[in-house]
């Protein structure tokens, strides 16, 4: 995780006041399975998402070491991300770090 930090303080530092970290755990989308690069169909996804947000898992996650806990956040699609992404570019959002499924969610939806 080390250099997850080193990435955030760096951007965090060049960027200033004004920019926006999106953090997606694991991106799904499209419509096929592939290995390399890993990749997810949206209805799988989708699938995963909604069982890995309920209660228990999220509860589980919570009280995990660090990668079993990311093994167990949920996934979040590929158009909220991307919608998140302009979201930020076009100053829709307050400067800052998006993190996570649920926040992407919630940020996609506005």
Known sequence: MTGVSQSDSGLTEYSA?????IKPSFIYGGNSFTLTPPRVPAGYGGA??????SGPFR???GVSPGLIALTLAPPVAVDNVALAVIAGAV???PAGKIDGTSAINAVAKQ
Request: aromatic share 0%; net charge negative.
């Open 17 to 21: 006041d004004n920019s926006v970290i």
């Open 48 to 53: 995963i998402e909604g069982l890995l947000s």
């Open 59 to 61: 509860g589980l996650a």
């Open 91 to 93: 100053d829709d959002i």
